[in-house]
């Protein structure tokens, strides 16, 4: 039974998804579509990637996950089935896999052998040829049977976070549902750098220098710091909305200082 997921930024509101998933259940009868989102920002790579790459841990193995973000195929971005530790993905090399993957891929095959449904209207690949290649490899079609290998050529260079031997510079690179701001730094890093020392959490002005387990361990509308599901640093108020009320969003610098004996720290405002 074959697992396919699909990403877009379609919104809700369009056919789209309903006639990816109808061509998947006519070419699979027995499978399990997963619709991760619809409600990607328009064109977003850089969110695309962090929700797909903290989503796809959590298939089994062999899933297929087909991207459908800025998938047109043109002679810059040619669409690209990729092997990535045993999943499959489909999409175009618009550089979306160079910001979900830290390894390179396994295996990358061409998909320009596959034709299109209609050869007259070529702008909707996800239905007309996405699908298809999703059958074949639910099939049990190795990727060299789909189509001759490919290098990919676009490449994205997600910001990593920088450290020395008393700070961490960061970033915001996430707003979830809930308005709660997640940054890029990892709380093995965290760990590596501030160690046991007592430290502050800098951001536009607001300041916090503990880390908490969750939002509860603080007052309701207070800042709140903690290392997230997938061990990021979130940033949040409880119960309440940091992104607007705090005017901070994604790109805002993050920065996490370890605090010199005798240091004050600076008042917040939460």
Known sequence: MAVVTLISDWGDAGYYTAAVHGKLLNLLPDVVFVNITDKVPRHDLNYTAYVLSNARPNFPEGTI??????????????????????????????????????????????????????????????????????????????????????????ELVPFKPTSGKTDIEGMVVFIDGYENLVTNIHRSLFQQVIRNNSFEIHLKGYHINKISDTYSDVPESSLVAFFGSNGYLQIALNRSKAHSLLNIGINDKVVIEIKKPGEDAPPSLF
């Open 65 to 154: 996950h087909i991207i459908a973000i800025d998938s047109e195929e043109n002679d810059i971005h040619s669409h690209v089935a990729v092997s990535y530790k045993n999943h499959f993905f489909i999409g175009a090399d618009n550089g979306i896999f160079s910001l979900m993957f830290d390894e390179t891929p396994d295996e990358v095959v061409s998909l320009s052998d596959i034709l299109y449904d209609n050869l007259d209207a070529t702008t909707f690949p996800e239905r007309d040829r996405f699908a298809k290649v999703a059958a074949m490899i639910a099939d049990g079609k190795k990727l060299s049977e789909i189509g001759p290998p490919f290098e990919l050529k676009t």
